[in-house]
């Protein structure tokens, strides 16, 4: 099995594989597990057709910002300072790093959780363990091997891929439901909706997702240890050779975002047929989905779920404060980036600490972290519209993008996106 994965990992096509995928592992954090398997456990089957819907809007929106940071050699925060007025990107990365730090707090409490629902013992003292272990990894690790680690976690999700073969499926009423849902749009299915939008379509993914483009480029470029950052439009590539680039990034964006939104399904499809279907609706957290699950599903459908918000969280926390620091980094012009050292980039590793040891403080606070997970899916879809808009304008300007500009189509898709998550918003804030 070992040799398998081995071969598996050495293939080009895999060995591609980055930033999009990451990506997509990220995005189904215990905060979106959470949201999922509420959006499951109240609704039953008639959430799943929002993973096909959401799928092909969060390619468009992921590849225009890997674009973005592929052919401008900067992150979102860097590309927005340079067009937008200084207070927009203040109060956007501001919101970022509130919300991160929120969603770290609530990612790390679910971790502890599902680690005292194994093991026994403190689940406070296991989410510090968990978060000052996850801090020293982005500080002691080199960039390529903390990224080839964060690549094999994401293979902690296809737990929610086992957890379906545990227990009973009633294929035909899925497919129904999945096609034909059946619901009201009340205040109720607005908020979950927009909870489910939020978290699959997060903000902070967009900053992660450029961010390592850039940062992949300048190593791919053989930056040295303690140049400065190069200006904008680095690519001195041929139009064949940058359109190498584009189709990696193509080939990524369109197999993470597929992995993220299938894991996302199955935790929505095993949610529904055992926790809605014993009338267990009203689910706050993580890991009381997977406490829930224990008496419903048996003891290896439980246990699967809980090392699945283990390993996601583990592999999401690194994501939530380091895109949170790109952004802090790039919009006061502080040197950034995981390849390089803590002497190099003091700032942007205090940024990835303060979010992280403020999300593990906040857990011995009166914020309840677990109410916190959907508060922050719903901000993040309310947050998400100005920056999807911001980024669409940029990826359209050929001042920014050159000839790489979005092409129509893309382009079209990128602004459905923001539309449609706009009028859910909108139609959430009209049923308040």
Same mark, same amino acid.
């Given at each position: &099995?070992?040799?398998?994965?081995?071969?598996?990992?050495?293939?080009?096509?895999?060995?591609?594989?980055?930033?999009?995928?990451?990506?997509?592992?990220?995005?189904?954090?215990?905060?979106?597990?959470?949201?999922?398997?509420?959006?499951?456990?109240?609704?039953?089957?008639?959430?799943?057709?929002?993973?096909?819907?959401?799928?092909?809007?969060?390619?468009?929106?992921? &590849?225009?910002?890997?674009?973005?940071?592929? !052919?401008?050699?900067?992150? #979102?925060?860097?590309?927005?300072?340079?067009?937008?007025?200084?207070?927009?990107?203040?109060?956007?990365?501001?919101?970022?790093?509130?919300?991160?730090?929120?969603?770290?707090?609530?990612?790390?409490?679910?971790?502890?959780?599902?680690?005292? #629902?194994?093991?026994?013992?403190?689940?406070?003292?296991?989410?510090?363990?968990?978060?000052?272990?996850?801090?020293?990894?982005?500080?002691?690790?080199?960039?390529?091997?903390?990224?080839?680690?964060?690549?094999? *976690?994401?293979?902690?999700?296809? =737990?929610?891929?086992?957890?379906? @073969?545990?227990?009973?499926?009633?294929?035909?009423?899925?497919?129904?439901?999945?096609?034909?849902?059946?619901?009201?749009?009340?205040?109720?299915?607005?908020?979950?909706?927009?909870?489910?939008?939020?978290?699959?379509?997060?903000?902070? #993914? @967009?900053?992660?997702?450029?961010?390592?483009?850039?940062?992949?480029?300048?190593?791919?470029?053989?930056?040295?240890?303690?140049?400065?950052?190069?200006?904008?439009?680095?690519?001195?590539?041929?139009?064949?050779?940058?359109?190498?680039?584009?189709?990696?990034?193509?080939?990524?964006?369109?197999?993470?975002?597929?992995?993220?939104?299938? !894991?996302? @399904?199955?935790?929505?499809?095993?949610?529904?047929?055992? *926790?809605?279907?014993?009338?267990?609706?009203?689910?706050?957290?993580?890991?009381?989905?997977?406490?829930? *699950?224990?008496?419903?599903?048996?003891?290896?459908?439980?246990?699967?779920?809980?090392?699945?918000?283990?390993?996601?969280? #583990?592999?999401?926390?690194?994501?939530?404060?380091?895109?949170?620091?790109?952004?802090?980094? $790039?919009?006061?012009?502080?040197? =950034?980036?995981? $390849?390089?050292?803590?002497?190099?980039?003091?700032?942007?590793?205090?940024?990835?600490?303060?979010?992280?040891?403020?999300?593990?403080?906040?857990? @011995?606070?009166?914020?309840?972290?677990?109410?916190?997970?959907?508060?922050?899916?719903?901000?993040?879809?309310?947050?998400?519209?100005?920056? &999807?808009?911001?980024?669409?304008?940029?990826? =359209?300007? $050929?001042?920014? &993008?050159?000839?790489?500009?979005?092409?129509?189509?893309?382009?079209?898709?990128?602004?459905?996106?923001?539309?449609?998550?706009?009028?859910?918003?909108?139609?959430?804030?009209?049923?308040?």
């Amino acid at each position: &099995m070992i040799r398998l994965l081995k071969h598996i990992a050495e293939h080009p096509r895999v060995r591609q594989l980055g930033p999009g995928l990451i990506t997509g592992a990220a995005d189904d954090d215990p905060s979106g597990i959470a949201t999922y398997s509420q959006a499951g456990a109240q609704f039953g089957f008639n959430m799943l057709w929002t993973v096909l819907f959401t799928y092909p809007l969060m390619v468009a929106i992921q &590849m225009v910002s890997a674009r973005l940071g592929c !052919i401008t050699g900067l992150g #979102l925060a860097a590309n927005v300072k340079a067009a937008f007025p200084r207070p927009m990107l203040y109060s956007i990365v501001g919101l970022l790093l509130v919300a991160n730090t929120i969603n770290i707090a609530a990612d790390i409490a679910a971790m502890g959780e599902a680690l005292r #629902l194994l093991l026994g013992g403190s689940a406070r003292l296991y989410s510090v363990v968990l978060g000052m272990g996850s801090l020293g990894l982005q500080v002691l690790l080199s960039y390529e091997t903390y990224v080839r680690y964060l690549k094999w *976690l994401t293979l902690s999700l296809l =737990s929610y891929v086992a957890v379906i @073969f545990t227990i009973h499926v009633p294929w035909s009423q899925v497919l129904a439901q999945t096609f034909f849902p059946q619901l009201r749009l009340d205040h109720a299915t607005l908020t979950t909706l927009v909870a489910v939008f939020g978290t699959t379509i997060s903000p902070y #993914l @967009f900053f992660w997702q450029a961010a390592q483009e850039a940062q992949n480029l300048h190593a791919g470029r053989g930056r040295a240890r303690g140049a400065e950052p190069p200006a904008r439009n680095p690519l001195p590539h041929p139009m064949a050779v940058a359109r190498q680039h584009l189709r990696r990034i193509r080939w990524d964006t369109y197999l993470g975002m597929g992995f993220s939104n299938l !894991i996302a @399904f199955f935790i929505i499809l095993s949610t529904a047929v055992t *926790l809605h279907a014993a009338g267990v609706t009203d689910i706050q957290s993580s890991d009381q989905a997977a406490a829930a *699950l224990r008496p419903l599903g048996g003891p290896v459908t439980f246990l699967l779920f809980s090392l699945g918000i283990i390993g996601t969280g #583990l592999l999401a926390v690194p994501v939530l404060a380091g895109s949170a620091a790109y952004a802090v980094a $790039e919009s006061f012009e502080w040197r =950034s980036g995981l $390849e390089l050292q803590v002497r190099e980039a003091i700032e942007f590793y205090a940024i990835i600490a303060i979010a992280t040891i403020g999300g593990v403080a906040l857990n @011995f606070t009166r914020l309840d972290p677990m109410r916190a997970l959907i508060w922050t899916a719903e901000i993040d879809g309310v947050i998400a519209v100005p920056i &999807m808009a911001v980024l669409m304008v940029l990826a =359209s300007r $050929e001042g920014v &993008m050159g000839r790489f500009v979005v092409r129509p189509k893309l382009r079209l898709l990128g602004w459905a996106a923001t539309l449609i998550m706009a009028i859910m918003v909108l139609a959430m804030l009209a049923t308040t």
